[in-house]
């Protein structure tokens, strides 16, 4: 029964995906995938400070990571979409992802301006923030999250783009990317 099952999919994703590809012409809107960099700062080095005045607290961290989307116009300017990103960190943060909608426009010569809302996880290194390999943590939840909100840009080379993401994560964090992304 599994077999006939899987045949069955494997025999209809066959017929729909020429359908779907020559559908994506039709139907306005792009994806788009692509590697990002930048710094993430926590925010919380001065309610450590306060707490404990002359402690070594570093809670930012550079970032790596990844992301993927699709928009639709919804006008001859304006576009909607949705975007997927992962990130893993070096020092203060162990890694992020999460996921937000996007809404903007788009200016003659293809580059879209957008402000972003979604949400997206934290995992912190409390190690790292506090610069003491010695205390174990393993006890305490070093995960967290919260709405994000932000703006953007993407600036169009043919079917590449570069792009920059300001964000914060419940108005606490700083979030700085670059990126390089490809459409199709």
């Not at 960099?37 to 607290?57: Q, R, T």
């Not at 997927?84 to 943060?93: I, M």
């Not at 402000?115 to 939840?141: C, H, K, L, P």
């Not at 080379?157 to 979030?175: L, Q």
Request: proline content about 4%.
């Amino acid at each position: 029964m599994r077999k006939v099952a899987f045949t069955a999919v494997a025999l209809a994703a066959a017929v729909a995906f020429p359908t779907a590809v020559q559908a994506q012409d039709a139907v306005p809107g792009n994806g788009f995938v692509g590697v990002s960099a930048g710094y993430h700062d926590l925010g919380f080095s001065d309610e450590i400070d306060d707490v404990a005045p002359g402690a070594n607290v570093d809670d930012s961290s550079p970032i790596l990571g990844v992301f993927a989307g699709y928009d639709v116009p919804i006008g001859s300017n304006l576009f909607i979409g949705a975007e997927a990103n992962y990130s893993f960190g070096t020092d203060a943060l162990d890694g992020e992802y999460g996921a937000s909608a996007r809404l903007g426009f788009r200016v003659p010569g293809g580059t879209k301006v957008y402000a972003r809302a979604g949400y997206q996880e934290i995992n912190v290194d409390y190690n790292e923030i506090i610069n003491d390999d010695s205390i174990d943590f393993s006890g305490i939840d070093d995960t967290d999250g919260d709405y994000l909100v932000g703006l953007g840009i993407d600036i169009p080379f043919g079917k590449a783009f570069i792009r920059g993401n300001v964000d914060t994560i419940a108005f606490d964090t700083t979030r700085a990317t670059v990126g390089v992304g490809l459409r199709f």
